[in-house]
């Protein structure tokens, strides 16, 4: 009976319940740090140890590959033997799985391929190419999201109501083209996975009958951001006979924009037949104070499932609240603070950093970098190693370097302008053999006229853009020269037609570049270089960008910070975790304000965020922000004020010499009217005021750091730029 004792020992009753439960159909309705994926997975352990189910008769379904594999260590550890045959994996793994053993019911080739959003991407525009259809009035990006839309609902072409509508009807059309190409070459997407390993159940009964009768169990834990077909392959497989157990938390649904539905919980209750409902009220992650914020913050959402959450730690450390000038000072706010917390004893890994925008990890990266911190990107990759970022900084080499033939095959069809890969590999082919450039091979085939029709235009018009923004780009300084060519080269209307969050995140890192520019032209965030203008700073900093890419990167297995999305974070802990940016528009996103509903998602999403904390929680933001290329004065979140204050308490700064001075920050939501310097002589400033100086004309003041004489103060200038001014010597006058 040891084993037994093991999985039940470190149960409380509710849990305790819900994991020796008889086997029948059980939905665990929990907030945060209950418990919930502990219960799942001691609740396998009891099916298999008591229950005597074989590893091979339990499916487990998890959100993310990593939240699978922990599963099935912890399995292990609790049941002492190795478990290589459990089915845990996500929805896609698993279908994925299915579709590989029986690809001949499936009716897929046997080495089918699977393609990714970009690969499908490039498919539609093809084919809308090829049957000329209007891709103004047919956007590739909205064709690719109705094409997946269906998918979700599970619906084929034939299943689409068109209501006699031509748009639509030209869409299914489309759909329809989409999935004979699919067909024909073999290549199963993200959504077909689903479906397809639906239908394969669906349509052959005898293999349905082996799998419902090989599942003695389904187990699904964050239940609340299944969509429509994962909960119709859910009822299919378990054939409503399979007992099921699935865990979630209303609260946490954070995948809507994605077709989560989180009503699957509540039709759960009601289509799967004696459902057994637990609640789990005990919190055991977090200090009272960071869960009674969280308590109190989801409480203004309207229509929650209902549940109490509480804990019988201790109250811990208040919240802390931090206001940055910028968002530079910002980050070294929480540099310094995780360098204290590390001499206190924490390991780094303990530490994690959260973000709602994906473009805010640039900032962090490099003060993380400069400080010589090792970090990590949970579940993305890091800033100078993004598709987009990378195809912006392939255009900048170019410009540079005509010869950099890694960059030019990188970006000769992107975005997208009719070179497909025959081209390029005929230039390829040409290159190696007059052993030259691929810039060369591409202007000798022009010359030659092998290169000609409508391939051979498309390459000319690609050489002519790159000549061109060559010359458009002389004599402008860093940062305009990226704005430039991100803008002319269309890499960002290329992602800003890309619907939903990932081609907004696109644009917003594209536009995270500029700030990168100004900011390494000031000298701030990377190595200043040693020149000013133009080609030289831009050759220093795509070296820097390449060092940031790959020399600092931590691997697996070091200690080293963890930063991640809020979305990425969901279903982990860390001891310590910072919540950067919780200001209005950005968190709230401001694509949320737009949209029903989607204010109470960024609230659950903060929720999540909050509740990752274990020990100490940090919520920090910036006064100004550079964001879409220019400094923006922000406002708080309004998170920020549905958190009671006695939960809160307000950092201030601690007088040290890399800081601005404790004077010169304003208090949380208070006025910037924070007097920059004392000194009678000079000129009384405060943060945000217009100023006029002889040379550079007018500008406000952005930062500020020093004392007295050596106080130096950061003004932009309209026009001119940002500029960083010794107080005693400037002669700024208060306008
Ligand atoms: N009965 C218990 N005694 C001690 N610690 C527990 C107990 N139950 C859970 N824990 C611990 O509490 C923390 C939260 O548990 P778990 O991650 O399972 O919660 P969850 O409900 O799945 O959270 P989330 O909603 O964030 O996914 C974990 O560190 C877990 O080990
Ligand atoms: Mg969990």
């Not at 004065?633 to 007088?655: H, K, N, T």
Request: overall charge negative; aromatic content about 8%.
């Amino acid at each position: 009976m040891d084993d037994v004792t093991a999985i039940l020992d470190q149960l409380n009753p509710a849990q305790h319940e819900a994991v020796s439960a008889p086997q029948g159909n059980m939905l665990v309705l929990a907030g945060a740090g209950s418990g919930k994926t502990r219960v799942l997975v001691h609740r396998i352990a009891w099916l298999m140890q008591v229950e005597g189910l074989s590893p091979y008769a339990v499916l487990a379904v998890t959100f993310t590959n990593k939240a699978a594999r922990e599963m099935r260590t912890r399995l292990e550890a609790l049941l002492g033997l190795s478990l290589r045959n459990v089915w845990v994996g996500t929805f896609h793994s698993i279908a994925h799985r299915l579709l590989r053993t029986h690809w001949q019911d499936a009716r897929l080739p046997q080495h089918f391929q699977i393609i990714d959003s970009d690969d499908q991407l490039r498919l539609v525009k093809r084919l809308l190419k090829e049957n000329h259809v209007d891709d103004e009035r047919y956007p590739p990006r909205q064709v690719q999201s109705f094409i997946s839309g269906c998918k979700e609902e599970g619906l084929r072409p034939h299943q689409v109501d068109v209501h006699g509508d031509a748009y639509l009807a030209q869409m299914v059309d489309l759909y329809e083209r989409y999935q004979l190409t699919c067909e024909r070459g073999g290549l199963v997407d993200f959504g077909e996975l689903l479906l397809r390993s639906l239908e394969l159940l669906r349509d052959n009964p005898a293999l349905l009958a082996h799998y419902q009768e090989r599942f003695g169990h389904v187990l699904v834990d964050e239940f609340q951001d299944t969509n429509t077909l994962q909960y119709a392959w859910l009822k299919l497989l378990s054939g409503m006979k399979t007992p099921m157990t699935v865990v979630g938390d209303d609260d946490q649904s954070i995948y809507g924009w994605r077709g989560a539905r989180v009503e699957n919980i509540r039709r759960f209750e009601q289509e799967f037949r004696d459902t057994r409902t637990v609640r789990l009220e005990q919190n055991y992650r977090s200090t009272s104070a960071i869960l009674e914020a969280a308590n109190a913050l989801i409480s203004h959402n309207a229509d929650r499932m209902g549940k109490e959450l509480w804990t019988a730690g201790s109250r811990g450390e208040p919240i802390s609240l931090y206001a940055g000038f910028n968002d530079l000072d910002e980050a070294r706010f929480i540099v310094d603070t995780i360098k204290e917390k590390v001499d206190e004893g924490y390991n780094r890994r303990e530490i994690a950093i959260l973000y709602r925008s994906n473009a805010q990890s640039r900032v962090l990266e490099e003060t993380l970098i400069r400080q010589g911190m090792p970090y990590r990107i949970y579940g993305g990759h890091r800033f100078y190693e993004r598709l987009e970022i990378r195809n912006a900084l392939a255009y900048l080499r170019l410009l540079l370097n005509r010869d950099d033939d890694a960059s030019l095959e990188r970006i000769i069809n992107v975005p997208a302008r009719g070179i497909g890969t025959r081209t390029v590999e005929i230039l390829r082919e040409r290159a190696r053999q007059a052993d030259v450039t691929l810039w060369q091979a591409l202007h000798d085939g022009l010359a030659d006229a092998s290169l000609k029709g409508r391939a051979g235009n498309a390459i000319q018009a690609f050489a002519d853009l790159i000549e061109r923004l060559d010359n458009e780009t002389a004599g402008m300084s860093l940062h305009e020269i990226i704005a430039h060519v991100i803008e002319h080269s269309c890499l960002v209307e290329h992602h800003r037609s890309e619907k939903g969050e990932k081609g907004q995140a696109r644009v917003e890192n594209l536009e995270e570049l500029i700030n990168a520019a100004r900011a390494f032209t000031q000298g701030e965030a990377l190595k200043p270089p040693e020149t000013g203008e133009g080609g030289v700073a831009l050759e220093a900093f795509l070296s820097e960008a390449a060092l940031n890419s790959g020399e600092h990167e931590a691997d697996e297995f070091e200690d080293c910070v963890q930063l991640m999305t809020l979305h990425s974070a969901k279903g982990l802990e860390f001891p310590v975790v910072f919540i950067a940016g919780v200001e209005e528009g950005l968190f709230p996103h401001k694509m949320s304000l737009e949209e029903p509903g989607r204010l109470e998602e960024e609230r659950r999403l903060c929720y999540v965020g909050l509740t990752r904390a274990m020990r100490k929680l940090y919520l920090t933001y910036a006064e100004i922000r550079r964001m879409h290329g220019k400094e923006t004065f922000q406002r708080a979140s309004r998170f920020l004020r549905e958190i009671p204050d006695e939960y809160m308490e307000e950092v201030r700064l601690r007088g040290q010499i890399s800081r601005p001075v404790t004077a010169m920050r304003p208090a949380v939501g208070l006025s910037r009217q924070t007097s920059v310097n004392g000194g009678g002589e000079l000129p009384t400033l405060s943060l945000g005021q217009r100023v006029h100086h002889p040379v550079f004309g007018e500008g406000v003041i952005l930062n500020a750091e020093g004392e007295g004489e050596r106080a130096r103060v950061q003004v932009s200038f309209e026009g001119e730029g940002d500029k960083w001014l010794v107080l005693g010597f400037a002669k700024l006058t208060p306008l």
